[in-house]
């Protein structure tokens, strides 16, 4: 049982024996168990949680672009975990308080909303926040550790990568314009080795692999990506 079960302890693996009809003491189990596994912690890990709870939450996170005139544009993104779909995404010069607030409303249309909503520690995130997430856990990252929502900074990072490193930005428009356009392809084209090559928008279909059919290739964000699929044709 220690074995198989590497976060129990004594105590926990005595009471499973009792269901078994097998009584014995704690101190006898602690001593047949491995010296080096006397004890386990009964907490469990944040990369733990985050697996057990995927379906239920809900990480956020804001990075920061310049335009050519080096003028600030601050993107917000909601993703869903299990899926690494990218549920919603605002633009703004201002992230202030009330602006947040309005984009987890509309993040959260008709009751549907996450257990769990991961953000960090920025005064960003006020009173009017937390009021429209008032049925949400929020799940504040400790200070200066990416890695608590590493899902979701990943997620900035291949934005940045794949799509704003490359191209000149005029405005706050053009900004919202090539955010939609590359969330788009993120969520309904693009590929992802955390959800094991799976399209976060084709997440729960049964994955095919046709063989047959001219392969097509559409040209995204200017020709910067492309993605590929075979033709079908009707009879």
């Given amino acids: 049982m220690a074995k198989e079960n590497r976060l129990w302890g004594a105590e926990r693996i005595r009471s499973e024996l009792l269901k078994l009809g097998i009584e014995v003491s704690k101190r006898t189990i602690q001593r047949h168990m491995p010296k080096e596994k006397k004890e ?14 995927a379906g239920n939450t809900w990480p956020c ?6 335009d050519w ?12 975990l299990e899926t690494r779909r990218i549920v919603h995404t605002g633009v703004t010069k201002y992230p202030i308080d009330e602006w947040i607030a309005q984009q987890l409303r509309e993040a959260t249309p008709w009751g549907k909303r996450p257990k769990y909503l991961i953000r960090d ?23 200066r550790t ?4 590493e899902i979701c900074e990943r ?4 934005l940045r990568r ?10 706050d428009e053009h900004l919202r314009e090539v955010v939609v356009e590359y969330t788009a392809y993120f969520n309904q084209e693009r590929p992802h080795q955390g959800i094991e090559q799976r399209i976060p928008d084709q997440y729960d279909l049964t994955r095919s692999k046709p063989t047959s059919g001219r392969i097509i290739s559409k040209a995204i964000l200017g020709e910067l990506h492309h993605s590929y699929s075979r033709a079908t044709y009707l009879n």
């Fill in 146 to 149: 990416p890695q608590a929502n």
């Fill in 69 to 80: 005139l080096f003028r600030q544009g601050h993107i917000f993104v909601v993703m869903e």
């Fill in 121 to 143: 520690r920025d005064g960003k995130y006020g009173r009017h926040f937390s009021a429209v997430g008032a049925s949400i856990q929020e799940l504040e990252t400790p200070y």
């Fill in 155 to 158: 997620f900035v990072g291949s």
């Fill in 40 to 53: 386990y912690s009964s907490s469990q890990t944040w990369a733990t949680f985050l697996k057990n709870q």
């Fill in 162 to 171: 794949e799509c704003l490193d490359h191209i000149l930005i005029q405005d």
């Fill in 61 to 66: 996170d804001f990075t920061v672009v310049n």
